[in-house]
């Protein structure tokens, strides 16, 4: 099986960065996802990693290392509509379908 | 960009009774389609996978005889939850998997399913 775990909540301030860790356990990874979701809506995808390294888009930026089973979000200037859940989830090969499975998320609050 | 359209948005309904949710792929041709139950504070548990003109494939303790799939073309999946009891109040998201992108899974909109 595979096992996602990434921490429950956080808080950042306004203007400040903040990294969101994911750390797994997968045979056959082939691929780690973060998505963003606001609160009773869908979840919006943010990045996607299946190589070791550092993908920048704009304030969000994700990186991955295969090796340690590792990866995190950064994301820069936070702004207030920045709270929200952030999901990570990996896909592996031998999953039927190739289907995601999803870490808990972390709750991400942004303060003034 | 791929599309998945999900209807209801949320439906509240009586003890005992079935709800139907459908996901339509609006621009692309869905041939796998994910359903995925998200109770509140916590993440998204895969209850279900189901291909097109196949039967779904379900996820350790999700009971197919309660929760029905339907893939019956490449565009349409259904998921009826029958005799729905309060339990089963929670959120629901279906995802198709849209083979033009690595990275390419769209999500509908969710369903908020509320059983009084």
């Known amino acids: 099986g595979q096992n996602i775990d990434q921490p429950t909540e956080m808080t950042a301030t306004e203007g400040a960065i903040v990294q969101i860790n994911c750390t797994y356990q997968?045979?056959?990874?082939?691929?780690l996802f973060w998505y963003q979701q606001h609160a009773g809506e869908a979840p919006t995808f943010l990045s996607y990693?299946?190589?070791?390294g550092l993908e920048e888009k704009g304030r969000f930026s994700s990186f991955l290392s295969r090796s340690k089973g590792y990866s995190y979000l950064l994301l820069k200037e936070l702004q207030m509509k920045d709270s929200a859940s952030y999901l990570c989830?990996?896909?592996?090969?031998?999953?039927?379908?190739?289907?995601?499975?999803f870490g808990g998320g972390t709750r991400l609050m942004v303060k003034p | 960009g791929a599309v998945v359209s999900q209807h209801p948005s949320w439906v509240i309904c009586k003890s005992g009774t079935s709800v139907k949710i459908e996901c339509r792929s609006l621009?692309?041709?869905?041939?796998?389609m994910f359903w995925y139950r998200q109770f509140p504070k916590q993440s998204l548990m895969l209850m279900a996978t189901?291909?097109?003109?196949?039967?779904?494939?379900?996820e350790q303790g999700v009971e197919k005889d309660k929760f029905l799939i339907n893939h019956a073309s490449l565009t349409l999946s259904t998921l009826t939850v029958t005799s729905a009891h309060p339990e089963d109040s929670s959120f629901y998201i279906c995802?198709?998997?849209?083979?033009?992108?690595?990275?390419?899974?769209?999500f509908g909109s969710g369903t908020r399913l509320t059983v009084v």
């Open positions: 189901s291909n097109e003109g196949s039967k779904a494939t379900y």
């Open positions: 621009d692309f041709q869905a041939t796998t």
């Open positions: 989830a990996v896909r592996a090969k031998h999953n039927a379908g190739n289907m995601l499975t």
């Open positions: 995802s198709a998997r849209d083979f033009g992108t690595a990275y390419g899974y769209t």
């Open positions: 997968t045979s056959g990874f082939n691929g």
């Open positions: 990693n299946v190589l070791d």
